[in-house]
């Protein structure tokens, strides 16, 4: 087996062990109504995925295999040839091709991971908070892939319900992708 094959089942064995400890963790802080954290958790999801997703718009195995050792090694992702990193940024962009909801939940995440006006949850509507065309794709893709909310100006607390759904989803997702990783697929992005 070689290095890179080696290093390329480490990293779908981290994926999934942080994907599966994300869900067990989402659960027990929903259940205590946790909402902060619990979005955090989901940010790390998809954190998770966009990093997969990106690996898979790479059509050089061989770069591919270069950035999968570097996050084995805990190195920052570089491009190709070049010493100047990979920005998250650059990942949403090309997931957002793939995933669309993608760029809108980064946003959403990076509030909740950062200390920000969301946080302010209990006493002020996040979804209120957030620029309006993020609200409208967040709700579309709870309508449309979750089933809700019903509402017709939902709230923040109208999308909790939802939010396990959203996350067990995502590992849904994560473990295909992380399966056409270890396959080496190459998802042609549009």
């Not at 062990?17 to 994300?22: F, K, M, P, V």
């Not at 067990?24 to 990093?51: C, P, V």
């Not at 017709?152 to 067990?168: A, E, G, M, R």
């Not at 697929?185 to 549009?190: E, F, N, Q, S």
């Amino acid at each position: 087996m070689s290095q890179s094959l080696s290093n390329l089942e480490i990293f779908c064995r981290q994926v999934l062990n942080r994907s599966h400890e994300n869900a067990t963790a989402f659960l027990l802080l929903h259940q205590y109504k946790l909402w902060g954290n619990a979005l955090s958790i989901i940010g790390q999801e998809i954190d998770s995925m966009i990093r997969v997703v990106y690996l898979l718009s790479i059509s050089n195995l061989s770069y591919r295999n270069e950035l999968i050792d570097a996050s084995v090694n805990g190195d920052r992702w570089t491009y190709q040839g070049t010493q100047k990193p990979i920005t998250d940024r650059h990942m949403v962009e090309v997931t957002t091709k793939i995933e669309f909801w993608a760029r809108a939940a980064y946003k959403v995440r990076n509030s909740f991971i950062h200390l920000s006006n969301l946080h302010d949850y209990r006493d002020r509507d996040p979804l209120a908070l957030i620029p309006k065309q993020d609200k409208r794709e967040i709700i579309k893709h709870l309508r449309k892939y979750h089933h809700g909310p019903k509402e017709i100006s939902p709230t923040f607390k109208d999308i909790i319900p939802y939010l396990p759904s959203v996350i067990l989803k995502m590992q849904q997702h994560l473990r295909d992708y992380v399966e056409r990783l270890r396959k080496q697929v190459i998802l042609r992005v549009p």
